[in-house]
């Protein structure tokens, strides 16, 4: 049974940082394409972040570019995003999830495991 826990998120002011991980149970990351998602209330589910399994490629959303940062901690079995300079309309809950074969990037579809999300909360 693979699991995927996310956390890190929580109330930040804007221009603020927050990093979230996501961990695995019952499967080695490093074999999986990550995948962050967003959703915000009212709105649909959007891609934010992808890292491949394979060279470590990174993708990015553009409203998030240059401000967000993807990364593996294979030791860890964690992935993670480091948000900077966060703004009010990154409020959301955020997902990981893990493709083993690494189509879906930046589309929510033929990830094999999602996590239940962690919310971002950025306000002053």
């Known amino acids: 049974q693979v699991q995927l826990v996310e956390s890190g998120g929580g109330l930040v002011q804007p221009g603020g940082s927050l990093r979230l991980s996501c961990a695995a149970s019952?499967?080695?990351?490093?074999?999986?394409?990550i995948g962050w998602f967003r959703q915000a209330p009212g709105k649909e589910r959007e891609g934010v972040s992808y890292i491949s399994s394979s060279d470590g490629s990174t993708y990015y959303a553009d409203s998030v570019k240059g401000r967000f940062t993807i990364s593996r901690d294979n030791a860890k079995n964690t992935v993670y995003l480091q948000m900077n300079s966060l703004k009010p309309e990154d409020t959301a809950v955020y997902y990981c999830a893990a493709d083993l074969l690494g189509v879906g990037i930046l589309h929510d579809v033929g990830y094999d495991y999602w996590g239940q999300g962690t919310q971002v909360t950025v306000s002053s």
């Open positions: 019952g499967a080695k990351l490093q074999y999986y394409a």
